[in-house]
């Protein structure tokens, strides 16, 4: 039976700027566990493309203000990678910018509102956010240029992290905003997207572009390696899905009975009860010859994490 520690760092450091290539930057916020995310940022002649913001007003100034000691030039893009609030609650604060992302995006910024997670989180200082959506969307990509240099926007053609999920990538210099189908040195999180579809676009649209370099969505800048881990983590949730439900087991007792083993040590291992509930969807719409990434009662699994956490709210220090 697995234990619920969340492996936190006591202390976690200060956020960082990381230049990836030139031009082209990673802000790292150490531990990468809930709602503390990766942002990164183009720095061109004429202006600063972000991507994404930060789940508080504190932190999303914080990184402004390191974009401003890189770049005298104002942010024009911010780019969304998906819809989660640690990625776009700080949207409000870049009023000149212009928002892009997918157009499900767009949509699920909306639709989830502003922060309301009471009797989930620890008390969070979300500070003043206010929901600022994409207002420029599309259904399957976009190029965009930080002066000569390519950017490419690609919705990645199915539900994975969530229903819509882009990755940025950078051809020339071989870097990848992975934004969080890569977790790394954290728990993967697919509740809200699919298990089986972030196997799929990990093989089949993320591997195939040897990057080089890739920015996860949080934890450290990383290379191919983690994809591997990625992946390795998936495959194991599914295969501890299939087992379970075979053994009439609902996915509170299924992750309740499972040894993590090799993932023991990630951040955040209550995701586990969120992934099993994603992957039994995935297998009943496997069974069912039905698509994948449906609506699931979040409120109801984000309780079943609580519970397996010990009844104690879970941790988050953003």
């Not at 520690?5 to 990673?26: M, T, Y």
């Not at 819809?83 to 604060?93: A, I, P, R, S």
């Amino acid at each position: 039976m697995s234990s619920a520690a969340h492996h936190h760092h006591s202390d976690l450091g200060p956020p960082r700027v990381q230049e990836v290539s030139d031009g082209v930057f990673a802000r790292i916020q150490p531990d990468g566990s809930w709602f503390i995310n990766n942002t990164g940022f183009l720095a061109g002649r004429g202006g600063v493309t972000s991507i994404d913001t930060c789940s508080t007003e504190r932190r999303t100034r914080d990184y402004l203000d390191a974009i401003a000691r890189v770049s005298p030039g104002p942010v024009r893009t911010l780019i969304n990678t998906h819809h989660h609030g640690d990625h776009t609650y700080g949207n409000c604060l870049l009023p000149g910018a212009t928002i892009v992302a997918h157009e499900r995006c767009r949509e699920e910024v909306i639709a989830a509102g502003p922060p309301r997670y009471a009797g989930v989180f620890e008390p969070v200082d979300w500070g003043d956010v206010t929901i600022a959506p994409p207002f420029l969307t599309y259904a399957d990509g976009v190029t965009l240029y930080s002066d000569e240099l390519r950017c490419d926007v690609r919705y990645v053609g199915g539900p994975a992290h969530t229903t819509n999920d882009s990755i940025i990538w950078i051809p020339e210099r071989s870097v990848l905003f992975a934004g969080d189908l890569i977790f790394n040195g954290g728990t993967p999180f697919l509740l809200m997207g699919s298990v089986v579809g972030a196997i799929d676009v990990l093989e089949n649209v993320v591997r195939p572009l040897s990057p080089r370099t890739i920015v996860p969505g949080h934890g450290e800048v990383c290379g191919t390696e983690s994809i591997e881990v990625v992946l390795g983590y998936l495959r194991f949730v599914l295969d501890t899905a299939r087992g379970a439900r075979a053994a009439g087991l609902d996915p509170l007792a299924a992750a309740r009975d499972t040894d993590l083993g090799e993932y023991a040590s990630l951040t955040d291992p209550e995701r586990l009860v969120g992934n099993l509930h994603r992957a039994y969807a995935d297998l009943d719409a496997e069974a069912a010859g039905g698509g994948l990434g449906v609506r699931l009662d979040y409120p109801a699994i984000q309780a079943d994490m609580v519970a397996y956490n010990g009844g104690k709210p879970l941790t988050c220090l953003a």
